[in-house]
């Protein structure tokens, strides 16, 4: 195959689906060199439905492209988790779904799912578990074996002290599909005794025009509860 022309090369991958352009991309590095991009698609990211807004692409079904991808990709390590919508190292199935139950119903725990914070911020269960770790001390957010919330370089995430002397994670980010309304948001991560996340989000809404009669009767999604 990689005799023919990149021209035929590149005929014949508009063929495929996007799941399997993407495994095509991965076949060895002088494909992924000249298809790496195929990989940077929307329908492959990881769905973050407060960015999206497109509550199909979170769903948990075959049809999905990222799912499709996921499941192709599994191997002896890695399994996809039907309720995180990632892969996650077998092990961390419980013992009796690891091998016997269809992947597309595999979950990692019971209570497992994705938490969408904002826009650009979406949790599963590995992710808290790291964050609580982290904002309790015992992880060293420079320890890149353990990337989390707080070591990305743009500065989006801070860790800071609170009155108390409690390690918090400080966030702030806008809303950027909502054109006539910007939203921007505060967020306060801490952990509590119990080994949980609390999340303290402040929403701030401004009108970039006037609001008329259309704005008011058109519902603003904000948080993963409510609509404005
Ligand atoms: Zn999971
Ligand atoms: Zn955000
Ligand atoms: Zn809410």
Redesign the pocket.
């Known amino acids: 195959l990689l005799d023919l022309p990149l021209e035929l090369i590149l005929e014949i991958i508009s063929y495929l689906p996007p799941a399997s352009q993407a495994c095509f991309a991965l076949t060895c590095k002088p494909l992924y060199n000249c298809f790496s991009y195929v990989l940077k698609d929307e329908a492959l990211c990881f769905p973050r439905l407060l960015n999206n807004l497109n509550p199909l692409i979170s769903l948990n079904q075959k049809h999905v492209a990222r799912n499709q991808f996921l499941l192709l990709l599994q191997n002896r390590r890695w399994k996809y988790?039907a309720?995180?919508l990632?892969l996650?190292p077998r092990k961390e199935f419980p013992r009796g779904l690891r091998s016997l139950t269809p992947s597309i119903t595999r979950?990692?725990a019971p209570f497992?799912g994705i938490l969408d914070l904002c826009a650009c911020t979406s949790l599963?269960?590995r992710g808290m578990e790291r964050l609580v770790r982290s904002l309790q001390g015992a992880i060293c957010e420079r320890d890149q074996r353990y990337p989390i919330l707080g070591a990305e370089p743009d500065g989006r995430y801070q860790f800071s002290r609170d009155d108390q002397g409690n390690r918090t994670l400080t966030h702030t980010c806008s809303t950027p599909r909502q054109s006539k309304i910007a939203c921007r948001l505060e967020m306060t991560i801490s952990a509590d005794g119990a080994d949980s996340l609390v999340v303290r989000t402040y929403y701030h809404y401004r009108f970039r025009k006037t609001p008329t009669v259309a704005i008011w009767c058109k519902k603003i999604p904000t948080c993963p509860h409510r609509d404005l």
């Open positions: 988790c309720a995180c990632k996650h979950k990692c497992a599963t269960p």
